[in-house]
């Protein structure tokens, strides 16, 4: 069993192959997807879990079933884990990773709320102004709000702002009561 320390080690050589790349959100992108595998294909889980698959299987299996989905980074992390008996491990080490990744001050993870989903062209001039105000490379992350009525909501670290048709019209009502 590995312990906090020794799975934190894990995170921060994940971590450090990944920046050193200048593949940190690209390979966080593709262990939300491995860690999404594992927490909703049972098969999957059985697979990484199971003792009577001989490791060597195992590996063989994974890099078959996972080839063009994951790159040489998350293949290698796959392998040292299988070998060192810790894919029950992967969430936690998932987990460390992304906590590393979400601590870079050069960058910033963005939730924009929209109504709708917006095509790529207006994504990208959100994310260049994101960048330009907040001087950070942005990571962006777009989710359907259809309770909005129309705008956005940015959600920048643990900050909200609300750029929502019903919140300016709060804000027009508040200023003619003052009035």
Do not use: C, W
Request: charge should be positive; avoid cysteine.
């Amino acid at each position: 069993m590995g312990s906090k320390r020794n799975l934190r080690q894990y995170a921060h050589s994940l971590y450090a192959a990944a920046a050193e790349s200048g593949q940190v959100r690209e390979t966080e992108t593709r262990l939300d997807a491995l860690l999404k595998m594992y927490k909703t294909i049972p098969t999957f889980k059985q697979l990484l879990l199971t003792k009577r698959v001989a490791p060597e299987i195992k590996l063989k299996i994974l890099k078959t079933v996972l080839s063009g989905y994951i790159t040489a980074l998350e293949t290698d992390l796959l392998t040292v884990l299988v070998k060192d008996g810790l894919l029950d491990k992967l969430a936690v080490i998932i987990k460390g990773y992304k906590r590393l990744a979400d601590s870079d001050p050069s960058s910033v993870n963005v939730t924009i709320f929209m109504t709708r989903e917006s095509d790529l062209k207006s994504m990208d001039d959100i994310t260049k102004r994101l960048e330009e105000i907040l001087n950070k490379q942005v990571y962006t992350k777009t989710v359907e709000d259809k309770a909005l009525i129309g705008g956005a909501k940015f959600r920048i670290g643990n900050t909200i702002v609300d750029g929502s048709i019903e919140r300016r019209l709060e804000k027009l009502r508040e200023r003619l009561i003052r009035a």
